[in-house]
């Protein structure tokens, strides 16, 4: 095998190796992690948080950013919460869920035109979107947290199919469907394609500003879907859930190697940098690490996956 055939496996499977080593390195290191009930408690935790790093996934491609996602999550949350709090039918169990993505798409689409036709940078339409989210899951909720335990809407956390949790079923079935539409359409791209160069984009004909409206929108949905889960698996909506859900599914994106500079990175990679931080999570919290502690762990991860990339795309030009 050549050095440099070899290089480009490391940067292809390099985090996938980290992967395999940390949870190795665990297993060693805590009785009892090496199980199936800690395996299916990562992936349950991760397919949370994974939803909306999936979404921010396609917005970071475009060397956007989407700051607003945890607080969605909370907004939706609480939206699904009170739709099935006094009424528990399949029916209103449905209608929880499509508002919750409805919402969702809502702000989406208001982030996506304020970055597209405002020419406002995403940071900062995020960024208020963040704020204004919440402090509308707390106005709507009154700031208290509200029932969600009727049973049909919340069946999907509570089931198993064929041994994998509900959550981790939609989880897997969003992250496919994910993968096909940004390897395998045409819309990805174009995705790719304004993440690369985006004046080039324009150039080829690509409608630069519906595309980047509707990665917004599928990042704004993917949020309120992962609300309405969340709420389903805790049985209740709460305005203070998914915080700092953003920094998490940031960096699951940019530890799986998504680059901030844009036009690089993919659905199946963003799963291992999402189980990255799952697995350091579980590992932490059993390991009996203070959290405060676990947040430093956490924040010096993504200075060094940043860093990475950095000294990657230095080394390319």
């Known amino acids: ?79 699904a919460a009170s739709i099935v709090e006094s009424v528990d039918t399949p029916t209103y169990a449905i ?52 029932d969600a335990s009727a049973e049909s809407f919340t069946w999907i956390a509570d089931i198993d199919f064929f041994g994998l949790p509900g959550l981790v079923l939609v989880y897997l079935v969003i992250v496919i469907a994910a993968h096909i539409l940004l390897s395998r359409s045409t819309f990805g791209r174009h995705i790719y394609a304004i993440g690369g160069n985006l004046n080039a984009a324009k150039i080829c004909g690509i409608n630069t500003k519906r595309t980047l409206i509707w990665v917004y929108i599928i990042a704004g949905a993917l949020a309120g879907l992962a609300g309405a889960l969340l709420a389903a698996r805790t049985y209740a909506g709460n305005p203070s859930y998914g915080l700092a859900w953003e920094l998490d599914a940031i960096a699951a994106a940019v530890i799986g190697g998504v680059s901030l500079a844009g036009g690089v990175g993919s659905i199946p990679m963003c799963v ?46």
């Not at 996934?57 to 999550?73: F, K, Q, R, Y």
């Not at 940071?123 to 402090?135: P, S």
């Open 95 to 146: 209608m929880a869920f499509a508002m919750s993505i409805l919402v969702g798409a809502v702000i989406g689409f208001i982030n996506g035109g304020l970055t597209a036709y405002g020419s406002i940078p995403p940071f900062i339409a995020t960024l208020g979107m963040m704020t204004m989210a919440r402090g509308a899951a707390q106005l709507y909720s009154d700031g208290r947290p509200i």
């Open 272 to 317: 291992v940098g999402a189980l990255i931080i799952g697995t350091t999570n579980k590992g932490l919290n059993m390991l009996g690490v203070d959290p405060y502690w676990q947040q430093i762990i956490k924040g010096a991860i993504i200075v060094v996956a940043v860093l990475l990339d950095t000294l990657k795309r230095r080394k390319k030009a």
């Open 1 to 79: 095998m050549s050095a440099i055939t070899l290089k480009k496996m490391i940067n292809t499977y390099g985090m996938l190796l980290i992967l395999v080593l940390l949870f190795l390195s665990l297993s060693v290191t805590i009785d009892g992690f090496l199980s199936s009930r800690t395996i299916f408690s990562i992936i349950e935790q991760v397919s949370m948080f994974g939803i909306i790093a999936i979404g921010v996934t396609l917005a970071i491609i475009t060397t956007g950013i989407d700051l607003s996602s945890g607080s969605v999550v909370a907004l939706t949350a609480v939206v």
